[in-house]
């Protein structure tokens, strides 16, 4: 296992977009899963698409709470490897929330991102993935899956003006989260 080095905006290949996976039980992929999983932990992301690693696949994985209805026991952080996927949203219903991307390292943004979505795609196995996903579920899986299509999250930002710092969002949004979390 391998940590990688991680491109950053502006790589031409986070702009291209990037192939699907014919066999993901090839050792070439899963060596790729194995260092992509070091990598995210090592720059404590939520997820990581394989063209952060230079590698132009159809491959991302994320950690989110999955819910009950997931088949899912308790709502609990799980790591979902998920190769060629699809998103289909299943809702118009749009929310606005903050995010941040390890490829664009400093900055936070204010990105809407469907709300409600089905994904589907194969495991690190081969097996079929289908699930419903909703709120940071759906939205950590719409910013990795748009990785594969070459756009990065300032792309789906709605007014620029919420490109900001991650010293002002400590600053101006993490701490007014927290005075909403207290009222
Ligand atoms: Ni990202």
């Given at each position: 296992m391998a940590i990688l080095k991680i491109a950053?905006?502006?790589h031409p290949v986070l702009r291209q977009p990037a192939e699907a996976v014919d066999d993901p039980t090839t050792p070439e992929i899963q060596a790729l899963l194995d260092d992509m999983l070091a990598t995210m932990i090592d720059a404590e992301g939520a997820g990581l698409a394989a063209p952060q690693v230079y590698v132009p696949k159809r491959v991302v994985i994320f950690v989110a709470p999955l819910s009950k209805d997931e088949g899912i026991e308790e709502q609990e952080d799980a790591?979902?490897?998920?190769?060629?996927?699809t998103i289909e949203p299943l809702s118009?219903?749009?929310e606005l929330d903050w995010e941040g991307c390890l490829s664009v390292p400093g900055l936070h943004g204010l990105v809407p991102r469907f709300n409600h979505i089905r994904y589907s795609g194969i495991d690190q196995n081969g097996?079929?993935?289908e699930r419903e996903a909703t709120g940071f579920h759906a939205r950590v899986t719409q910013h990795e899956c748009d990785h594969l299509d070459g756009i990065l999250y300032p792309q789906r930002m709605a007014n620029?003006?919420?490109l900001i710092f991650d010293s002002e969002y400590r600053h101006y949004i993490a701490a007014q989260k927290t005075e909403e979390e207290k009222a």
């Amino acid at each position: 296992m391998a940590i990688l080095k991680i491109a950053k905006m502006g790589h031409p290949v986070l702009r291209q977009p990037a192939e699907a996976v014919d066999d993901p039980t090839t050792p070439e992929i899963q060596a790729l899963l194995d260092d992509m999983l070091a990598t995210m932990i090592d720059a404590e992301g939520a997820g990581l698409a394989a063209p952060q690693v230079y590698v132009p696949k159809r491959v991302v994985i994320f950690v989110a709470p999955l819910s009950k209805d997931e088949g899912i026991e308790e709502q609990e952080d799980a790591l979902t490897t998920l190769i060629n996927p699809t998103i289909e949203p299943l809702s118009d219903e749009i929310e606005l929330d903050w995010e941040g991307c390890l490829s664009v390292p400093g900055l936070h943004g204010l990105v809407p991102r469907f709300n409600h979505i089905r994904y589907s795609g194969i495991d690190q196995n081969g097996a079929p993935i289908e699930r419903e996903a909703t709120g940071f579920h759906a939205r950590v899986t719409q910013h990795e899956c748009d990785h594969l299509d070459g756009i990065l999250y300032p792309q789906r930002m709605a007014n620029l003006a919420d490109l900001i710092f991650d010293s002002e969002y400590r600053h101006y949004i993490a701490a007014q989260k927290t005075e909403e979390e207290k009222a």
